[in-house]
């Protein structure tokens, strides 16, 4: 079984930054693509950014690109996203996702496993 523990979150300006970390423990990590999604109450979950399992391929919703940028370490067993230039509507839950096999990465139903999410909130 796989453990997720995002941390990281808080309350930013806009125009600040925060890093979010997400520990993966319970079985290999370079086996597993991680995602980072969002959520709002009473809103869908949104896919945020992807990284594969060696981190050789990112991936970004648009909405984001050129602000947030995801990472990983293997040797540490942790994902990061790096969260730069936020905005109001970055506000929400952020959660991070993993996934044994490929396929379409802002599939939130392809992963197999996920964190408890940490808030982020960022005020105008």
């Known amino acids: 079984q796989v453990r997720l523990v995002e941390s990281g979150g808080g309350l930013v300006q806009a125009g600040g930054s925060l890093r979010l970390s997400c520990a993966h423990s319970?079985?290999?990590?370079?086996?597993?693509?991680m995602g980072w999604f969002r959520q709002d109450p009473g809103k869908g979950r949104e896919f945020v950014s992807a990284?594969?399992?060696?981190?050789?391929?990112?991936y970004y919703t648009d909405s984001v690109k050129g602000r947030f940028t995801i990472s990983r370490d293997n040797a540490k067993n942790t994902v990061y996203l790096q969260m730069n230039g936020l905005k109001p509507e970055d506000t929400s839950v952020y959660y991070c996702a993993a996934r044994l096999s490929p396929g379409e990465w802002a599939a939130g139903a392809e992963y197999d496993y996920w964190g408890q999410g940490t808030q982020v909130t960022v005020s105008s």
């Open positions: 319970g079985r290999t990590f370079s086996n597993y693509a």
């Open positions: 990284i594969t399992w060696s981190g050789g391929a990112k």
